[in-house]
């Protein structure tokens, strides 16, 4: 049987999503309790792959096993998760369905505090203490939506992504109190994209670069002019979509 | 000089505000690092004992010292406080002022995730999975509003507290989500005391008491009836007024 989970994760204390050596990732916390409850190895695929201190709302995976109920499946996983994950849906699906390949949209959120320091926050927000001239972001923000060559908002070496161009249908700011609530949706997104948009959009707003820069770099990628890789704290993948 | 702070913390690492025998209060953290700023030993006077596990978004506390800038002072003490708690606010006052004696109001918030398991409101609200009839627990919210005595909805001896008559001045539900947001404004609150209104409501809202049951708790003080102390995470100090 193919099985399609839908997890949230306070990301903190993980190096990311994928698994990788000498470090805890989610998938190896995942696996390992896949493994008591399914008595065999088992790999799973991701939709996204969220770095180090992400958070996620909905990240989607999918993996093979052997038929079980899926409430009760649901149930025994979240007994053997740690309490910062939690599976949210649990279902059986079609043996073509594939938690990368097939996904059509996926929307991540960014908060900023743009006010006092905020012990609830910790980690779950980007702190700024200096003023952002918000209409500037908004022009900007404009600047990032549709099709685009997306090579200078990605820190992935060159050769490793040949198609760099990625398409965003939406990009929006709401405030809320002292919260900068950015969310974007786009078909794909590339290694620290969405983190070195927001860089770019603060550079923008604080006048360290004008709209007049984020234009070269969308027009001639390159890689070493949007660095401002924000804090991994205040991303959230909230969505995948299929 | 008299000074007047504002602090916000997550209550979750700690015993409770006040300093006790064997266990570390919130007053002892903010104790030690006003004694590294003073070089002398400070005792501080809070608005309200927050219980073990109880968070704060504006706690109020006093004390005496010698003379320190107040834009220096905050940044100091948040310097040396740990990170689950953050002061917002530093005010020199009148040496007449009195962070308990003179409170006029106190609001105070609590929080039910009545959806899916988050792991983002671990410790920051109260989880429950069965139905809620809103309509009976906002009728008997109607009861608690004015002046009454509340003994039954407090854990303190009877002996300790000789005046158990509190006014709340407003008593409100908001929906948001999977979560109700409750929002408590009164003059004073007794031992536990919110956390046991929300707990007799919780018994309303799933028919294991009638609203005539909590009628008959408030018209005759019982410290026997009124006994669910809900989880201290999802109760929130909002704010106190003088």
Chains 1, 2 share one sequence.
Do not use: W
């Amino acid at each position: 049987m193919r099985y399609k989970c839908e997890i949230a994760y306070i990301g903190t204390r993980y190096a990311g999503f994928q698994s990788q050596i000498n470090a805890l990732a989610i998938q190896d916390v995942i696996e390992k309790s896949l493994e008591v409850i399914f008595k065999e190895k088992i790999r799973i695929i991701m939709a996204s792959r969220t770095d180090a201190g992400v958070h996620a709302l909905a990240q989607v995976f999918h993996f093979d096993a052997t038929e079980y109920d899926t409430y009760r499946l649901k149930g025994a996983l979240n007994h053997f998760l740690p309490d910062d994950m939690h599976i949210n849906k649990v279902e059986i699906v079609d043996k073509n369905f594939h938690a990368r390949f097939l996904v059509k949209a996926k929307t991540y959120r960014y908060i900023i505090n743009t006010g006092e320091s905020d012990p609830f926050l910790k980690d779950r927000a980007l702190e700024i203490h200096y003023d952002l001239d918000l209409d500037k972001i908004e022009d900007c923000m404009k600047l990032f939506i549709g099709k685009h060559d997306f090579a200078s908002f990605n820190t992935t070496p060159y050769s490793d992504v040949k198609d760099q161009v990625r398409e965003i249908y939406d990009f929006r700011m709401i405030q809320k109190g002292k919260l900068l609530i950015f969310e974007i949706r786009g078909n794909g997104f590339l290694k620290n994209m969405v983190r070195l948009l927001i860089g770019a959009l603060i550079d923008v707003g604080r006048n360290k670069k004008t709209i007049e820069d984020i234009k070269k770099s969308l027009a001639a990628p390159n890689k070493e002019k949007e660095r401002l890789n924000v804090a991994p704290g205040g991303l959230y993948l909230v969505s995948i979509e299929y």
